[in-house]
């Protein structure tokens, strides 16, 4: 499950606002209210939008080529945001969008985004793509650390020896970790908490030498 940002409640102890931001957001309503008051582009048909076309500068699209070249690239196998691909896909239309929207904020009557603009709508673009990571990291080290702890349960109260081979796991274990990609990171987790400690490789186990074999770690409550 995804988890939001923490809470600032208990910390916003900040006392009215300073002259230079009442200032800020009076300029912000006062050219929100302007635009909004400004009649919508319309075609002979009044009920019809007819918006103008806003090209890019060379400057400007050559910015947004290079930020959807590194996007595209980190979304391979294996690569920085290849669990983000949903987001990561869009991140230079949503670029371009927020460039237009704050070239437009600028002036209703612009017809070109500028360098300025773009990099503006990359910087943003890049932000919430950096939390999307974030909140898929943290969803799936939360998805990770559940398996961790239902395959500790199992070891601890259902497997019945000191040593367990990851093919017992995927035979008998829980069905949640019956395959062994799902395998891999809660058995790392396991042996990073403690309740695992892998065997030197080439041990016998059970009449036969095996390569990756682990001990469980028992509280001493259950010894």
Same mark, same amino acid.
């Given at each position: 499950?995804?988890?939001?940002?923490?809470?600032?409640?208990?910390?916003?102890?900040?006392?009215?606002?300073?002259?230079?931001?009442?200032?800020?957001?009076?300029?912000?309503?006062? *050219?929100?209210? !302007?635009?909004? *008051?400004?009649?919508?582009?319309?075609?002979?048909?009044?009920?019809? !939008? &007819?918006?103008?076309?806003?090209?890019?500068?060379?400057?400007?699209?050559?910015?947004?080529?290079?930020?959807?070249?590194?996007?595209?690239?980190?979304?391979?196998?294996?690569? /920085? =945001?290849?669990?983000?691909?949903?987001?990561?896909?869009? &991140?230079?239309?949503?670029?371009?969008?927020?460039?237009?929207?704050?070239?437009?904020?600028?002036?209703?009557?612009?017809?070109?985004?500028?360098? /300025?603009? =773009?990099?503006?709508?990359?910087?943003?673009?890049?932000?919430?793509?950096?939390? &999307?990571? *974030?909140?898929?990291?943290?969803?799936?080290?939360?998805?990770?650390?559940?398996?961790?702890?239902?395959? *500790?349960?199992?070891?601890?109260?259902?497997?019945?020896?000191?040593?367990?081979?990851?093919?017992?796991?995927?035979?008998?274990?829980?069905?949640?970790?019956?395959?062994?990609?799902?395998?891999?990171?809660?058995?790392?987790?396991?042996?990073?908490?403690?309740?695992?400690?892998?065997?030197?490789?080439?041990?016998?186990?059970?009449?036969?030498?095996?390569?990756?074999?682990?001990?469980?770690?028992?509280?001493?409550?259950?010894?």
């Amino acid at each position: 499950m995804q988890q939001s940002p923490p809470s600032a409640i208990g910390t916003r102890l900040q006392r009215g606002c300073e002259p230079a931001s009442e200032k800020s957001v009076s300029d912000f309503v006062a *050219r929100l209210s !302007l635009i909004l *008051r400004t009649p919508m582009p319309t075609s002979d048909n009044p009920q019809e !939008l &007819a918006p103008p076309r806003m090209s890019l500068s060379d400057d400007a699209r050559e910015l947004l080529w290079r930020f959807y070249l590194v996007v595209e690239k980190a979304q391979r196998p294996g690569h /920085q =945001m290849e669990h983000v691909r949903a987001y990561a896909s869009k &991140a230079a239309e949503q670029a371009a969008r927020i460039a237009g929207v704050l070239t437009l904020w600028g002036g209703l009557d612009a017809f070109e985004v500028s360098l /300025q603009a =773009m990099s503006w709508g990359v910087t943003l673009a890049h932000f919430y793509l950096g939390e &999307a990571q *974030r909140l898929a990291e943290t969803g799936l080290m939360t998805e990770e650390t559940a398996k961790a702890e239902q395959l *500790r349960l199992w070891l601890l109260d259902s497997w019945p020896h000191d040593v367990v081979l990851p093919s017992d796991i995927l035979n008998k274990g829980p069905n949640a970790l019956r395959e062994r990609a799902k395998l891999t990171k809660p058995l790392e987790l396991l042996v990073k908490a403690g309740w695992l400690s892998r065997l030197p490789e080439g041990g016998e186990v059970r009449g036969k030498m095996r390569n990756e074999t682990y001990h469980i770690v028992k509280p001493l409550h259950s010894v």
